[in-house]
């Protein structure tokens, strides 16, 4: 992790002062780990025990038909070639492995998540649009009809003439010196039950747990870290993390507490699996989703509520205060 110098005044800055300041620094890095495409490909290569995220899409014959939203996802050439990088030789092997054509889409199929393109794509029930960095932009379809369009706080009519409109739109406010890319992933599904890891430092510090609806309710606690040393190397072998409510300290503007029982098990997965992606950076918010009773990953973020949504108040306070010069202070 680089650490990187502070300003003189850096003791007395509010939280969301020092993410402004973060917010100029690592971008060649964080731009990756933020990129919600791109992640995918880190998720493959960390293969962490028991962590699900939602799969690329990479056929839906709706959009075919709207010859100028192709621009916007050109769904087969855009992600097999930069996913799927298979080279002849790979190809070669694949055919010798099998005895009819259909043998081999079926196992490229099975391997890298390849349909043929003139008749074949992944029929899927839910999926959803998204902006590899933008914040709240989505375009989610259920049985190939649209069923919400929505760029941050702003939302369009569910109809396909708005695609495009929706495009132009979130290009028009895209700031980013990385491409713009839209992509296609499966949908998890709504109300899901959302875990929020802020770190510092690559140490879990604050949780804050909701249920992703329009409902205003949200629990936040802070985190207990109890580590368990080697005795020799003074290696940590070992990570629990307990948790402290903090009751009426809340990040979105005007939540209420609810009544929740924080399941001790899912707590601990999503504060290891958060130090696994935050240990390179100063500052990073890992969120995760539980669905099924499995751990999703969602997405890492440098700028909650694009630095404009949230309320820090006391929180903000505690993060201030494990947020020093360096790690060691």
């Not at 621009?71 to 099998?98: A, W």
């Not at 992703?212 to 990570?239: F, Q, W």
Request: aromatic letters at 16%; hydrophobic letters at 35%.
């Amino acid at each position: 992790m680089k650490v990187w110098s502070k300003p003189d005044e850096w003791d007395s800055l509010p939280f969301n002062d020092r993410l402004k300041w973060y917010a100029n620094k690592d971008n060649k890095v964080k731009n990756v780990f933020a990129d919600k495409y791109q992640i995918k490909f880190i998720l493959d290569e960390m293969n962490l025990e028991g962590l699900k995220y939602a799969k690329l899409v990479t056929h839906v014959k709706p959009l075919d038909d709207i010859s100028d939203f192709k621009l916007l996802v050109p769904v087969d050439q855009l992600l097999k070639k930069d996913t799927y990088r298979i080279s002849d030789k790979k190809i070669k092997k694949l055919f010798s492995e099998v005895s009819t054509t259909e043998e081999f889409w079926e196992l490229v199929a099975k391997k890298y998540d390849i349909y043929q393109e003139h008749d074949g794509y992944k029929q899927v029930r839910y999926y959803v649009i998204k902006l590899n960095l933008g914040w709240n932009t989505m375009v989610f379809l259920k049985n190939d009809q649209i069923i919400k369009m929505i760029h941050g706080t702003r939302e369009f009519e569910p109809k396909k003439e708005n695609l495009t409109k929706w495009r132009d739109y979130t290009l028009s406010k895209y700031k980013k010196n990385v491409p713009a890319k839209f992509f296609i992933e499966e949908f998890i599904g709504f109300n899901l039950k959302v875990y929020e890891v802020y770190c510092i430092y690559g140490k879990p510090i604050i949780l804050s747990i909701y249920y992703e609806t329009g409902a205003r309710y949200e629990n936040n606690y802070l985190i207990i870290d109890e580590r368990v040393v080697h005795p020799e190397d003074s290696k940590i072998v070992n990570r629990v993390f307990d948790l402290e409510f903090l009751k009426d300290q809340h990040l979105v503007y005007k939540t209420r507490n609810f009544g929740l029982t924080p399941d001790k098990k899912v707590c601990q997965k999503v504060c290891d699996y958060a130090v696994e992606f935050a240990k390179n950076f100063e500052f990073m918010r890992a969120d995760f989703y539980l669905h099924k009773g499995q751990v999703y990953f969602s997405e890492c973020t440098f700028k909650p509520g694009a630095l404009k949504y949230v309320t820090w108040k006391d929180i903000g306070k505690i993060l201030c205060k494990y947020w020093t010069r360096t790690p060691n202070q």
